[in-house]
Structure formats: C-alpha cells, structure tokens
C-alpha cells in the first residue's frame, strides 16, 4: 500500500496545473508570487551548473554557452545571460510579449549557474558526475515546474518556440526539437562537451518536469 502511495505522489501530470499563486498577467506581481518564481529559477539554475560540473555531458543549451565561452573568454553564466538576451531579441518578428518572468528567467538562470560552478566542485569520477547529472535533472524538473505556474511569462527559449510555431504551423515538439539540435551541434562545434549527460538530460528532462507538476497540483489540491 505504501509503495502504491509513493508511486501515485510521484505520478506525472499531464498539464500545467493552476496553482494559488498563478498570476492573471504576465506582469501581475505580489511577494509570495516573485518569491517563488525566484526560487525556481535559481534552483533551475543550481541543477544546470551541476551538468557543467558533472563533465560528462552539458543541456544542448549549456554546450552552446559552454561553447561560447572557448570562442569568446566569457564566463559560463555570462555567455548565457548573451545567449538569452540574444533569443529575446528573436522575439520582435515573431511577436511575442515578454513578461516580468522572461526578464527574472534571463538574469537569474545566468547568475545561478555562475554560483553554482564555484559552489560545486568538480566531479572526480564518471559515478560522481553521473550523480551530479540525475540532481541537477531533479532541481531544473524542480525549478521549471515552479517559474511555470507562476504564469508571469515563459522564459525566452520557450518563448522563441511557441513563437516559431504559430507563426510557421510546425507542430511545437518539432519545433523544439529542431532548435535544440541546432544549438547542440554549433555548441558542440565550439567545443562543448556532449556526452552520456547530455544523453540523460534529453531522456528524463521531460519526465522530471511532469512529475514536478504533479507534485505541486496535489500539493496544491488537496
């Protein structure tokens, strides 16, 4: 029975579920809202620079910014706060409207993967990092599950898709799909590092944010 009762709490949810602290607006603020919209983001942000740390493997995103850093001497949190103003900036053709959460996502996810490559140590061995990629899947699941519901705006990468699929009538998963294979091979061209993290996150990033959602909606509805 209690096996049962753990499987049922960690089932995935389907949908984004509305939560009590889910805005009206993408600009509709109050201090329990931003404190958590905060918090996910810098737990997303923890989770990604474990991937950098791990060694074995970076998020298609994170070879980009990783690759940009070869290329250019910046910082690993800097080269992706460039790359997120960068993709906002594909969002005036497309129409999009950012929010108070697409501006946190951009300066807080660069500054939490900066403190984390100086929080987390380097990992020593293939056990290790493969340990330091399941944690950081848990903590972006997490944090991606926490921005979202918060409703004040998606963060520019997920805006950019949403975008690119109104306007060109391309299913979304295909859409995001051809984004982060782009972004993969040019990081990985840069000189990021793909391998068997990359491999996980690709796997399980999406399992980890349904089940996050399906945390929060019972914990929320009960």
């Keep these: 029975m209690r096996f049962s009762s753990l499987l049922k709490a960690f089932k995935p949810h389907k949908t984004v579920p509305l939560t009590p602290w889910r805005a009206n607006s993408r600009w509709d603020l109050s201090p329990l809202r931003v404190l958590i919209l905060f918090f996910g983001l810098a737990i997303f942000g923890l989770g990604d620079s474990l991937f950098i740390q791990a060694g074995i493997g970076n998020a298609p ?5 990783e690759g940009l850093t070869y290329k250019t001497g910046m910082s690993i949190g800097f080269a992706t706060f460039v790359i997120s103003v960068f993709v906002l900036l594909l969002w005036i053709p497309l129409k999009e409207r950012p929010g108070f959460g697409t501006i946190s996502n951009i300066v807080l996810i660069a500054t939490f993967i900066e403190l984390g490559t100086h929080i987390f140590p380097e990992a020593n061995s293939f056990a290790v990092g493969a340990i330091y990629n399941f944690i950081g899947i848990s903590l972006v699941g997490i ?7 918060c409703g004040l705006g998606p963060g520019p990468r997920d805006g ?6 109104y306007r060109t009538g391309v299913r979304v998963g295909r859409v995001r ?3 982060e294979v782009t972004v993969l091979a040019i990081g990985f061209l840069m000189g990021g590092t793909v391998g068997v993290g990359t491999a996980l996150f690709a796997l399980f990033i999406g ?3 349904a089940i996050s959602l399906g945390i929060l909606a019972r914990l929320t509805h009960q």
Excluded: E, K, N, R
């Design 207 to 209: 399992q980890s944010v």
């Design 160 to 165: 950019a898709m949403t975008g690119l699929h």
């Design 143 to 149: 944090g991606s599950a926490l921005y979202i519901t």
């Design 177 to 179: 799909m051809a984004i």
């Design 61 to 65: 995103w994170t070879v980009f910014a």
